[in-house]
């Protein structure tokens, strides 16, 4: 699906650069003024306390994030593990305002030049190196809770917490993509299992593909990195160096250019939809595989709860691993990360809260709301609560980073428009992909 890293599709790793988002303080104010709910315009005296235990008076935390309204995720938060965090701290009282993923961003970093940031932040781990290259965010490494807490995250979401050496943030969700497959489709064609190779899924889609019906075998959701890296990093392909510094001799590379070609290869002969290119028309993978238009088709977790709420709900399909190629079963690790802002004015409680928020109360409660837990200690009993989490926390296991670098965005804006233009027949496979390396290698030094 569209990256989300839950139902936005977003986790798609989108964000703009961060100092482009806010160069002056007349831009933080007008974007504090923009549609903002009552609570999120309390303002933070700068005389006040850091810790209520100095005061007699309840401190006020604002909590932002962008979890979805439309299920229970953000009452989940609200009524739930909130009042749990303000049960065990008397005189913290936590405010939850919930903004629309495509703001939010841009609303932090305003908000920060204004000097009134939100307390704590629910932050797409895409935004982390950004916002800690530009030192907006509190170090938590050096906290004396720090170790304790993040004792157990799985390597991915920790991964994304890290820039250059230093700990900014603390995982807080997960998630990645596996395979979804239509067991109607498998069976009529008389397919008996879901593929477990790359070489098999990509016979299989062909022999799932019926132009004719608009029913294709294989959706593959956006030429976006998030979308495309399974198949890539699987069939032996990289975009990066080991330290996200350099695009050349990666992105480019025999390995990455055969994963391309053969993409390319199953959209020219029509057995990927119309979610690759996109454009006006198109149908996102979530939305086409209920309805038979795609076969297989690679998703989160969430998908399932999309299912389950249809009308009727969609339940004849299996999910299964990312088929292994070369490069073993490598999806992506989608998620976000608590942060908090390095000038917050109540940075004691704000900390005790964003702890509260890796405690094995909070991830489980969150959990089942299809917000994945980041934490290894915490899967037994997520599993048992949701058990289809089961093939998703397996997968975690080989899942892999996108580029921890704060100009991540921009890579991966450079390599989704060359893939459209190769896909579009406007160059060759090779020579696009080399162009992209060196123009991604320009965006990652810059940096340095």
């Given at each position: 699906?569209?990256?989300?890293?839950?139902?936005?599709?977003?986790?798609?790793?989108?964000?703009?650069?961060?100092?482009?988002?806010?160069?002056?303080?007349?831009?933080?104010?007008?974007?504090?003024?923009?549609?903002?709910p009552v609570s999120a315009s309390t303002n933070h005296p700068a005389s006040a306390s850091t810790t209520h235990a100095a005061t007699s008076a309840t401190v006020t935390l604002q909590f932002w994030s962008a979890y979805n309204e439309t299920d229970t995720e953000a009452s989940t938060i609200a009524d739930?593990?909130?009042?749990?965090?303000?049960?065990?701290?008397?005189?913290?009282?936590?405010?939850?305002?919930?903004?629309?993923?495509?703001?939010?961003?841009?609303?932090?970093?305003?908000?920060?030049?204004?000097?009134?940031?939100?307390?704590?932040?629910?932050?797409?781990?895409?935004?982390?190196?950004?916002?800690?290259?530009?030192?907006?965010?509190?170090?938590?490494?050096?906290?004396?809770?720090?170790?304790?807490?993040?004792?157990?995250?799985?390597?991915?979401?920790?991964?994304?917490?890290?820039?250059?050496?230093?700990?900014?943030?603390?995982?807080?969700?997960?998630?990645?993509?596996?395979?979804?497959?239509?067991?109607?489709?498998?069976?009529?064609?008389?397919?008996?299992?879901?593929?477990?190779?790359?070489?098999?899924?990509?016979?299989?889609?062909?022999?799932?593909?019926?132009?004719?019906?608009?029913?294709?075998?294989?959706?593959?959701?956006?030429?976006?990195?998030?979308?495309?890296?399974?198949?890539?990093?699987?069939?032996?392909?990289?975009?990066?160096?080991?330290?996200?510094?350099?695009?050349?001799?990666?992105?480019?590379?025999?390995?990455?250019?055969?994963?391309?070609?053969?993409?390319?290869?199953?959209?020219?002969?029509?057995?990927?939809?119309?979610?690759?290119?996109?454009?006006?028309?198109?149908?996102?993978?979530?939305?086409?595989?209920?309805?038979?238009?795609?076969?297989?088709?690679?998703?989160?977790?969430?998908?399932?709860?999309?299912?389950?709420?249809?009308?009727?709900?969609?339940?004849?399909?299996?999910?299964?691993?990312?088929?292994?190629?070369?490069?073993g079963s490598a999806s992506t690790v989608g998620g976000e990360d608590a942060i908090i802002p390095a000038d917050g004015h109540h940075l004691t409680d704000a900390a005790k809260f964003a702890e509260f928020l890796d405690s094995p109360f909070s991830q489980l409660a969150m959990a089942k709301t299809g917000?994945?837990?980041?934490?290894?200690?915490?899967?037994?009993?997520?599993?048992?609560?949701?058990?289809?989490?089961?093939?998703?926390?397996?997968?975690?296991?080989?899942?892999?980073?996108?580029?921890?670098?704060?100009?991540?965005?921009?890579?991966?804006?450079?390599?989704?428009?060359?893939?459209?233009?190769?896909?579009?027949?406007?160059?060759?496979?090779?020579?696009?992909?080399?162009?992209?390396?060196?123009?991604?290698?320009?965006?990652?030094?810059?940096?340095?």
């Amino acid at each position: 699906m569209l990256q989300m890293t839950h139902k936005v599709k977003m986790g798609r790793w989108g964000a703009t650069r961060v100092a482009t988002a806010c160069v002056a303080l007349g831009l933080g104010a007008a974007m504090l003024s923009m549609a903002n709910p009552v609570s999120a315009s309390t303002n933070h005296p700068a005389s006040a306390s850091t810790t209520h235990a100095a005061t007699s008076a309840t401190v006020t935390l604002q909590f932002w994030s962008a979890y979805n309204e439309t299920d229970t995720e953000a009452s989940t938060i609200a009524d739930v593990v909130i009042p749990r965090f303000e049960q065990l701290n008397p005189g913290i009282k936590v405010v939850s305002d919930v903004y629309p993923y495509g703001v939010l961003l841009q609303k932090f970093v305003a908000a920060a030049a204004a000097g009134r940031p939100p307390d704590v932040m629910r932050s797409d781990i895409a935004w982390v190196p950004e916002l800690s290259s530009d030192g907006l965010l509190q170090q938590l490494n050096t906290l004396p809770w720090y170790a304790a807490t993040v004792k157990g995250a799985l390597p991915g979401p920790m991964a994304t917490t890290e820039f250059r050496g230093s700990f900014y943030a603390l995982p807080l969700d997960t998630n990645t993509q596996a395979l979804y497959w239509n067991k109607a489709d498998f069976a009529a064609a008389g397919i008996k299992s879901p593929p477990t190779t790359m070489t098999q899924m990509f016979a299989d889609a062909q022999k799932l593909t019926n132009t004719s019906e608009g029913h294709f075998g294989l959706g593959v959701d956006g030429t976006d990195i998030w979308n495309v890296a399974p198949y890539i990093w699987s069939d032996g392909g990289a975009f990066t160096n080991a330290n996200y510094t350099r695009a050349t001799g990666y992105m480019d590379d025999a390995g990455t250019q055969a994963a391309v070609q053969k993409l390319v290869n199953l959209d020219k002969a029509g057995v990927i939809g119309s979610d690759l290119k996109g454009g006006a028309g198109a149908v996102s993978g979530e939305a086409g595989f209920p309805k038979d238009d795609y076969a297989m088709y690679i998703d989160g977790p969430w998908a399932v709860t999309t299912y389950n709420e249809l009308k009727p709900a969609f339940k004849d399909y299996g999910i299964s691993l990312f088929p292994s190629g070369p490069g073993g079963s490598a999806s992506t690790v989608g998620g976000e990360d608590a942060i908090i802002p390095a000038d917050g004015h109540h940075l004691t409680d704000a900390a005790k809260f964003a702890e509260f928020l890796d405690s094995p109360f909070s991830q489980l409660a969150m959990a089942k709301t299809g917000q994945m837990s980041a934490f290894a200690t915490d899967g037994a009993a997520e599993v048992k609560a949701t058990p289809y989490y089961s093939i998703f926390a397996q997968q975690l296991q080989t899942a892999k980073v996108r580029a921890v670098s704060p100009f991540y965005s921009q890579m991966d804006t450079i390599f989704s428009n060359e893939l459209q233009e190769i896909l579009a027949g406007k160059v060759a496979v090779a020579k696009g992909l080399t162009s992209a390396a060196e123009a991604a290698n320009v965006a990652l030094l810059s940096g340095l």
